[in-house]
């Protein structure tokens, strides 16, 4: 198909043709406003971060805010404290850009602490909305029809195949490397922000590839079947591993990927292995090939 387009651009004009592409690019920013104990509004302080965090937001860009509570109170009583707290996040944003955005939001709630060492500071970082940022500036790409077409043939052949290394000794049913979370977070560690994008450009290229983003928590080592809070544990930890399965989804989505492709779910709670530390590899999104 590429050769086609080279070989006609070549007969029709016989010379030096510039053409202006926009490509979007697409960046991600997060910022946390903390609140303090009970409250659903926030002091000045946090609230000048939130409208510098906010200024440069532009029509085309989104924000998903995710409120969380410590775990003092009842599970019904937190919900509604994090619906607070999101609503009136929300309402300052809207009040303090004129854009149009698209805003998501979800209302964790009670986030347990299973660990008691330093519980205050523990309690105080868990009053918080995490507000990400999706931007999308475009970017002017120049593209020269003259150019050798051998070359940029094999520079081609040469991305694709390297991206395709992924799925290369791969089959149905197997697992790539897995996506790692922060603990107790919906944020990805450096490392596996490069591999993600390394899957994105598997998928992009080989639109027969499907697989399906599984989500996962690790804590250390509990009884949650025995826990005499077991139903709100097992129901926080689906709940945030769904959360981070859909991140993943929503980033290959929103830079292009056919939703045909993806599929998610979270399953909670499953360490790799017991211990009575946490592990870090269980903060996890696993990877499975669906069809290949």
Known sequence: MQKNIYKTAYKILGLLILTINLTFSQTETTLKVYFEYNKSNINSNEKANLIKFISNINNKDSISVYAFCD???????????????????????????????????????????????????????????????????????????????????????????????????????????????????????????QYLNHLFYSLKYDKNIKIKLIGFVGARKISVTKHKLAKFYKNYFIKLSTLRAKYVYDYLIDRGIDAKQLSYEGQGYKPISNTKKVNPLDQRVRILIVSN
């Open 71 to 193: 775990d003092i109170g009842s599970e019904k009583y937190n919900k509604n404290l994090a619906k607070n707290r999101n609503e009136y996040i929300i309402k300052l944003i809207k009040k303090y850009t004129n854009k149009k955005i698209e805003i998501s939001r979800f209302d964790i709630g009670k986030v347990p602490i299973l660990d008691k060492k330093n519980i205050n500071f523990k309690r105080k970082q868990n009053r918080n909305v995490t507000i990400k940022l999706k931007s999308f500036t475009k970017k002017k790409k120049q593209l020269d029809l003259t150019i050798n077409k051998k070359s940029e043939n094999n520079k081609v052949v040469k991305i694709v195949n390297k991206w395709k290394n992924l799925f290369e000794t791969k089959k149905k049913g197997d697992y790539l490397e897995d996506i790692l979370f922060n603990q107790g977070q919906i944020v990805i560690i450096q490392k596996s922000k």
